[in-house]
């Protein structure tokens, strides 16, 4: 039984969407996906899901995409991305499948690990951020704070706590954000994250262990669309 991560799946059963055209490592990405992530994942396994899930704007229109995830091999733990439009009520999306768990404003328990996370967002002078997103960057820490607490009070203490966010945990420039505090302040010493697509762009934000956090950003075309092994 082993722990897996990829992010990023971008699916879009409902409506062609090629995402080549952003980048050529994504021609037949979905194929990629289901052959690579087989060939990886055993039925014993999980695989955390952290973000930009299905391009449906709706549930009805990324229900083929869940049922895509759900046919994968092993268990999944999800957390929603900034594409995610379809995640509107959580509760309503963990009727939906017994393979499937989907986490926001909480945690998931894995063995003797707690998942905890939140989407995260743009951090303070990355190069797309703006006034706009100050609101929602305070909103996500805060979320980050609330999952991680949640855990600790059930009695996880921080080597069994596994951090996920969606975004990179700092702006382009690898400074220092409220999400890396907050790591920082509760001693996590594993951090998960993806968001990050091209070679111009993943080296922009922190890889491997920075200040006693090991960082692991697992965006689907990073690692080649094969799920990374995280324990």
Not at 7 to 36: A, C, G, N, Q
Not at 52 to 60: A, K, Q, T, V
Not at 88 to 117: H, Q, W
Request: proline share 3%; net charge negative; charged share 30%.
């Amino acid at each position: 039984m082993s722990l897996f991560a990829m992010s990023d799946l971008h699916l879009s059963h409902f409506k062609e969407k090629p995402m080549d055209v952003f980048d050529i490592r994504w021609r037949d990405h979905t194929k990629k996906i289901y052959e690579r992530w087989n060939e990886t994942v055993s039925e014993e396994d999980t695989v955390i899901v952290n973000g930009d899930i299905s391009w449906g704007g709706r549930l009805e229109e990324a229900m083929p995409d869940l049922d895509f995830i759900h046919g994968l091999k092993g268990k999944k733990i999800l957390f929603c991305g900034n594409h995610d439009f379809f995640w509107n009520s959580t509760s309503r999306l963990n009727e939906l499948y017994d393979d499937m768990l989907f986490v926001k404003n909480s945690f998931a328990a894995y063995k003797d690990y707690a998942i905890c996370g939140s989407r995260g967002w743009l951090c303070p002078r990355d190069e797309y951020y703006t006034d706009h997103d100050s609101k929602i960057y305070k909103r996500e820490a805060g979320r980050l704070r609330n999952s991680i607490s949640m855990a600790v009070n059930k009695g996880y203490d921080s080597d069994s706590i596994i951090a996920v966010t969606h975004f990179p945990p700092t702006n382009d420039k690898k400074e220092n954000s409220d999400f890396v505090d907050i790591y920082k302040e509760f001693n996590i010493k594993r951090v998960i994250y993806g968001h990050l697509h091209g070679e111009d762009k993943y080296g922009t934000s922190y890889q491997g262990i920075v200040d006693g956090i090991d960082y692991t950003l697992v965006s689907a075309d990073y690692l080649d669309f094969r799920p990374a092994k995280i324990l």
